[in-house]
């Protein structure tokens, strides 16, 4: 098994120390070895360091892959306080070593612990002005502080003097990955969720890099003393790309709603070591159940039975999100010669799932669908988009929506509790993902999102965060929906 190079040892390569001709040579120590030949040890209070007002917090970036920029390697890596490029090792004949001594950059931080070393001296340095920048590096929170998120109003100033909300930033699209985005910020504002993955504590035993990153952009869109009033969602998207094997990647437009549910399937499985059947923060929050009754002599109740006779047959199964079925758009145009953009109620949509609308597919067959179950989270998909053998078509229809009080005890029938007990069936809206534009490569994302602190509406597209009227939400071609129970009063 190959060995790890610890932090003093030099790095093989290229990467030598090079010195001018009119340096002066190192000072000898009382055994006659060069003072640089080792770094020191000794610890020094800020006070004590000339280099510590050369640290440029307006230069750092912690969002970053965390390789270094010569050797390409993620081990024993150290980002440069003065200019914010990552080296690897403090030790003579070390990139950072070497970065010192050419540009006269002293300040380093080791980014897995957060310690921080003035080179080519090789002492440590403590000062309390350095908790700012490992606070920005790796975020915590107090439970405290966790469990009062959504009843301060909290707004931040970046460096630069730019306002910013924790929470509801804006995330940065490297080329195509805002479908990415909006599935990110859609997961701040569920609860539960945001408060388990604010607490690293909960995943810190879990192998998966997924998670670990997950809950580090989390942490960071949270962190209310950011250096600048964005995110860089980088090593959250090498995760996502490694994870699925580049099925989703920065380069390539995706569709939010495939995403969406590849991410929380893989988040459930990684949290649950791979046992399906067990609770997660995922199944605790998105997971209701559906009575599915394939009409006889269709489908999979095509076949007899063993006695002979062909029966319906009815199945239980668990959900993640719901899909709805927009009616058709209208071939013509209407007499101003534009076309007739339709609008449809949700509630006419759901009846999909009362028991007795039948829904006809050529492979299932005739089925009908029952909610049995009610998740805490409900996840609805407007399905707009359908495919032929020669393109995929958008659906333009305008869904009307509340944004408050989505009562389905009004539309289908709900599940009661133990002895007929009611239970909650009304859902305010959190999210509302929005596509503009065509089908596949040439569509963007954007994002409607309720501030619970504000009790305010946002509209979020990648880097560009700005308030919105509740009333223009519900105005738009919605794809992808999240809604949050509320609970029993």
């Known amino acids: 098994m190959k060995r790890e190079r610890s932090e003093d ?48 917090r307006q230069n750092l970036d912690f969002d970053f892959e965390k390789c270094c920029v010569v050797s390409l ?18 030790g003579p004949k070390t990139n950072a070593f070497t970065h010192s001594l ?15 070393y003035c080179l080519p001296d090789g002492y440590e340095v403590e000062d309390r002005s350095l908790e700012v920048i490992r606070y920005v590096l ?27 909300m924790p929470g509801l930033v804006g995330l940065n699209n490297m080329k195509n990955n805002d479908y990415v985005n909006v599935a990110v910020q859609i997961l701040a504002r569920v609860v539960p969720i945001r408060n388990y993955f604010l607490d690293a504590s909960n995943y810190s035993s879990s192998k998966s890099i997924l998670v670990r990153r997950f809950g580090e952009l989390l942490r960071k869109i949270w962190n209310p003393r950011n250096f600048k009033g964005q995110v860089s969602p980088h090593e959250f998207m090498q995760a996502v790309m490694s994870s699925s094997n ?37 199944s605790k929050c998105f997971q209701g159940e559906l009575e599915i009754t394939t009409e006889a002599g269709s489908g999979k109740a ?9 029966v319906d047959v009815v199945d239980r199964v668990p959900f993640l999100f719901l899909g709805l079925d927009l009616p058709a758009a209208p071939l013509y145009k209407d007499v101003m010669e534009t076309n007739i953009i339709p609008q449809v109620p949700i509630f006419d ?20 669908f029952r909610l049995t179950k009610l998740p805490s989270y409900l996840v609805l998909h407007i399905k707009r988009f359908t495919k032929n053998n020669f393109f995929v078509e958008k659906n333009p229809t305008i869904v009307n929506f509340p944004v408050k009080n989505l009562e389905l005890r009004d539309i289908v029938p709900v599940p009661a509790g133990k002895g007929g007990k009611v239970l909650p069936s009304k859902y305010d809206l959190i999210g509302n993902v929005v596509h503009d534009g065509k089908p596949g490569a040439g569509g963007t994302y954007r994002l409607h999102v309720h501030r619970k602190s504000e009790d305010a509406w946002y509209e979020v597209q990648d880097l560009r965060v700005t308030d919105i009227l509740p009333q223009m939400v519900a105005l738009s071609e919605t794809y992808m929906q999240v809604y949050e129970l509320k609970s029993q009063t």
Request: charged content about 30%.
């Open 302 to 310: 095509k076949e007899p039975n063993a006695a002979g006779q062909v």
């Open 349 to 368: 949509l759901l009846k999909k799932f009362d028991g007795q609308h039948t829904s006809d597919d050529i492979k299932a067959g005739r089925r009908r």
């Open 138 to 164: 790796n975020p915590t929170f107090k439970h405290e502080e966790i469990d009062n998120l959504d009843r301060d109003k909290v707004w931040a100033r970046s460096l630069e003097g730019q306002e910013y």
């Open 102 to 116: 050419e540009t006269n950059h002293h300040m380093f931080m080791k980014l897995e612990n957060g310690k921080v």
């Open 73 to 90: 390697s993620p081990i024993n890596v150290y980002a440069c306080l003065v200019c914010g490029k990552y080296f690897q090792g403090r």
């Open 246 to 282: 580049k099925r989703f990647t920065i380069e390539q437009q995706g569709d939010v709603l495939e995403f969406w549910a590849w991410f929380i399937n893989t988040l459930h499985q990684h949290l649950s070591a791979g046992k399906r059947n067990k609770a997660t923060i995922i």
């Open 9 to 56: 040892e030099p790095d093989e390569g290229p990467s030598k120390l090079r010195r001018g001709e009119s340096d002066p040579p190192p000072p000898a120590a009382a055994n006659g070895t060069s003072t640089a030949s080792r770094p020191s040890t000794k610890v020094r209070k800020g006070t004590e360091c000339p280099y510590l007002d050369t640290i440029a």
